[in-house]
């Protein structure tokens, strides 16, 4: 399509999505040499892109493109083209552009190649720098940053049966074409187009840099095949160790994450907020909910105290969260939580999962507004859990196998909480639980509340799973702890 002349726009790649959709699926095949295919991943990490080549940088443009070199696991290029006005030009591969560091490569034997993706500069932090606010890199992976925040967990453009065991289906971004900014722009508008063994879609995303990021995104998918579970807006992130599950090893952090939890926010009133967890096993659960409204991973722990590490600042990465546009129907939000050894590896994931699934060949839309937010996190009305921490304090140890959980609340709710209302822990577990005692207490230290729970399990190799939150009176103080014990 270089340089042809036409109104670009959505309808464009939902029409190649639908004739994707419609053809036999092949597999891309890798096309590195092995100058590039044989480097580690630190090697790799040292081909970077020429400033002086981003594009758009000349024309002195709000935003600028940066492109990723492909190698290491991204072994597969993507094209990519600008749109300008009417007119399509495809952003053509050259290895001068790119700055090799140690590596020793004959750029002669990688005229052919391509891109592995693009991130996009705009200026976030100070108005005489342009940030790295947004980057595509990897099946159809990607993420953003709002003001002060550093990468951490990330979104992606669709997840395929994550969490079964015949195996994940990794869909990627095939294509992206990129609106031309003008001078006064401070949106920037990317489509793309998805293609897998059983799925193609189609996805326009509109990224608004600020001190919550934020990207609108509009998809239409077409199933190839049945699909056994189908993930909607889903994210990515790691939880290694924290305040309710102490390190394995001899970390002198006191907490490793990207998120600390998944919150919901039920659409009938209900707020749910799920503390993440390492688990030794895979451990998949679920809310079964009509219409949500939203859902995230958030990282709530924002004191360096609790992370205690000066280069990865945890303290600073962002929350995502989701807010559907329209109606979603009845499904359910999924949490699968994967056990890792270390912070290497993302290790949880949460999607929206449809009841309906869409018909093979029939088009299927949804619509969100995924958010990178830090100082204005989505959060419920009332009141919010803030740490939940595991064991007992100073005393005999119980010697009735109890497990003892300390939640902390705090919240808008209790600066108006009249001195004759003393807040009370509602408590639950399942079939494989009992809770033995519930007691709540001011703390003084943050204005807030804390519940302290003991519980007993009935069978060790089974989870258990607990909710609770505070009333007073006959009247809700705060959101519903959602808490799982995985198994021993």
């Keep these: 399509m270089g340089g042809n002349a036409f109104a670009f726009d959505f309808n464009n790649v939902a029409k190649q999505a639908k004739e994707l959709a419609a053809s036999s699926y092949s597999k891309p095949e890798g096309n590195l040499p092995k100058e590039i295919s044989n480097l580690d991943y630190e090697q790799y990490k040292d081909i970077r892109f020429l400033p ?16 990723f070199h492909e190698g290491y696991a991204f072994d597969q290029p993507v094209k990519i083209s600008e749109i300008n006005g009417q007119s399509v030009k495809e952003i053509r591969f050259d290895p001068n552009d790119f700055d090799y560091g140690g590596n020793k490569v004959d750029t002669r034997k990688l005229r052919g190649l391509g891109f592995a993706g693009f991130r996009v500069h705009y200026p976030l932090n100070t108005s005489k720098y342009k940030d790295e606010v947004l980057s595509f890199l990897g099946a159809s992976y990607f993420r953003a940053l709002g003001k002060d925040q550093t990468y951490g967990l990330s979104a992606r453009g669709l997840a395929i049966d994550t969490g079964l065991s015949s195996g994940e289906e990794f869909p990627r971004f095939t294509e992206f074409w990129i609106e031309r900014p003008k ?8 489509y793309a187009l998805l293609n897998s063994r059983r799925v193609t879609g189609a996805y326009r995303f509109v990224l608004k840099p600020g001190s919550d990021t934020t990207v609108d995104v509009k998809a239409q998918l077409y199933l190839r095949e049945n699909v056994s579970k189908l993930g909607l807006a ?27 939890g998944l919150s919901v926010a039920s659409g ?38 609790s992370y205690q590490d000066l280069d990865a600042k945890y303290e600073r990465r962002p929350s995502a969260w989701v807010q559907p546009k329209g109606n979603w129907g009845s499904g359910r939000v999924e949490l699968v939580q994967i056990p890792t050894p270390d912070e290497t590896n993302d290790n949880v994931v949460a999607f929206w999962v449809p009841e309906n699934v869409p018909k093979v060949g029939q088009p299927f839309n949804l619509e969100y507004t995924l958010s990178w937010q830090k100082e204005a996190e989505k959060r419920p009305p009332l009141s919010w859990v803030t740490q939940t921490r595991r064991g007992f304090g100073y005393q005999k140890k ?22 004759k209302v003393q807040p009370e822990g509602v408590v639950s577990a399942d079939d494989n639980g009992k809770v033995l005692e519930t007691k709540v207490f001011r703390n003084e230290a943050t204005g807030g509340w804390r519940m302290t729970v003991r519980v007993r399990r009935n069978e060790d190799n089974k989870p258990v799973e607990l909710r609770g939150f505070l009333r007073g009176g006959s009247t809700t103080l705060s959101e519903t702890w959602s808490y799982i014990l995985p198994p021993n």
């Excluded at 002086?52 to 492109?67: C, G, H, I, V």
């Excluded at 001899?250 to 990207?258: L, M, Q, T």
């Excluded at 119980?398 to 001195?419: E, Q, T």
């Design 268 to 305: 009938t009133g209900e707020w749910i907020w799920r503390p993440l967890v390492n688990p030794k096993r895979l451990l998949v659960t679920s809310y079964s909910l009509s219409n949500p409204a939203g859902f995230g991973l958030m990282q709530r722990d924002r004191d360096f105290g």
């Design 183 to 190: 001078a006064s722009d401070k949106e920037l508008t990317i």
């Design 398 to 419: 119980s010697d009735d196998n109890s497990i003892g959980l300390v939640v902390d609340f705090d919240g808008p709710v209790f600066k108006k909480l009249s001195d």
């Design 52 to 67: 002086e080549k981003f594009t758009w940088r000349s024309q002195k443009l709000p935003f600028e493109l940066a492109f």
């Design 234 to 260: 889903p994210l990515t992130s790691m939880y290694l160790h924290g305040d309710n599950q102490r390190s394995q090893g001899e970390d002198y952090r006191p907490e490793v994450h990207d998120s600390d």
